[in-house]
């Protein structure tokens, strides 16, 4: 059974990094059958993508969020990880990680981060 | 970025009944389309892939169906495990969209 577990600080301060990690049971990242997804839940944005990274290091972004994000592997650990620089208000929000490219199955559980001094 | 309207935002229905969500896609996605279903507290659950592929383990009451721009979510008759809020999910370009959601209440 695949599962996915989000981990990272609940509060972050205005204008730091948010910084989270996704640790994978149950499959590897470096399987090469799925990408590796980012995606954030808020009152006011909705359900909104993030991004995603395969085995080999090739990631994609939203282009909203491209010049602040990252996404990269742990493959020593199965994990792997979400920078946001410059953090407002408004980045506060679920995160969750899931896996897969075209349909997201399964998700963590998510993890909410709030932004704000 | 494609946007993804669904209709309702918000259903009241009982037991037993047949419902039905709508998506709509501002542009052609073909069939690359999902639908996921959310309860409070709780990470969306993949329910359907591909338009109309019922993900493994979801029950058959549940059925997708649409191409191109407009798709519909139907649950044959609702359990009570159904009430829920229901997204639909394009693939067919980055980034990836989500409608803003549909609550399927008692």
């Known amino acids: 059974q695949v599962k996915l577990e989000e981990s990272g600080p609940g509060l972050v301060k205005p204008s730091q990094t948010l910084s989270l990690t ?76 899931a896996r897969g490219a075209h349909w ?8 909410l981060v709030t932004v704000s001094s | ?44 659950k993949l329910l359907i892939y591909d338009a109309s592929i019922l993900q493994t383990g979801v029950p058959s009451r549940f059925s997708g169906s649409g191409f191109g721009t407009d798709f519909a979510l139907t649950i044959s008759s609702l359990q009570p495990e159904d009430f829920a809020t229901y997204f639909c999910q394009q693939y067919d370009n980055i980034p990836r969209t989500f409608g803003q959601g549909t609550r399927l209440d008692i």
């Not at chain 1, 470096?30 to 085995?55: A, K, M």
């Open chain 1, 22 to 97: 996704c640790t994978v049971t149950g499959d590897s990242v470096t399987s090469g059958d799925h990408f590796w997804t980012w995606v954030r839940q808020s009152p006011g944005r909705g359900l909104e993508w993030i991004g995603n990274i395969f085995y080999s290091g090739n990631s994609y972004y939203n282009p909203s969020l491209q010049s602040r994000v990252s996404i990269s592997l742990d493959t020593s650990k199965n994990q792997f990880s979400l920078k946001m620089t410059s953090s407002t208000a408004a980045d506060t929000a679920i995160y969750y990680c």
């Open chain 2, 1 to 44: 970025d494609i946007q993804m309207t669904q209709s309702p935002p918000s259903l009241s229905a009982s037991v037993g009944d047949r419902v039905t969500i709508t998506c709509r896609a501002s542009q052609g996605i073909s069939n690359r389309l999902n639908w996921y279903q959310q309860k409070p507290g709780k990470a969306p």
């Open chain 1, 104 to 111: 997201l199955d399964p998700w963590g559980q998510g993890t």
